[in-house]
């Protein structure tokens, strides 16, 4: 809360439904195997697949919004369950590169099902999926994403009283 607002701030509630949908998400995959974020990794893999793109873990990790490292982690995980294969870039061997496995393909065409029924049980108290409350949101949330974080400044004494 912030001193003149009477009730939440506007971050408080977008970290509130962060969480709520984080909950709900992981709640509704875990049946098939799936955290949240794993899932977040297959069903983006799935629709890169689909537009015919093989993506590296860089390219993924900036598709969802995740680190890297995370993305790396997430990846060994669903390797290890048999959802996809990672191989080296035959144009660079630094980078890996992500598919899913036609297991992997099956889980996360079942997940993105429960998770678009979710959506629309989310959703309804703004009219649902295709209403205009609901177009109107996502074009807000899309302006709040859009805009970039500024790098993080060491907490030192030279930093301390400056101004940008």
Known sequence: MS????GPTPGFLVWRL??????A????????G?????????AS?????????????????????????YVSKLARALESAGLIERTRDPRDPRA????????GQAVAQRAIVVVQELLE???EPLGGLDAPRTHAFTDELMTLLAVPIAPSVPNDESTQGATP
Not at 18 to 23: D, S
Not at 52 to 67: M, V
């Open 3 to 6: 001193n003149g607002s009477p």
């Open 18 to 23: 962060a969480n709520k949908w984080r909950v």
């Open 25 to 32: 998400v992981d709640r509704a995959v875990a049946p098939l």
């Open 34 to 42: 799936l955290t949240h974020a794993q899932y977040a990794v297959a």
């Open 45 to 69: 893999l799935h629709g890169m697949q689909r537009a015919g793109e093989r993506p590296s873990q860089r390219r993924l990790a900036d598709h969802t919004g995740l680190e890297a490292l």
């Open 96 to 103: 890996v590169q992500l598919a899913l496995t036609e297991q």
């Open 121 to 123: 049980q989310l959703l």
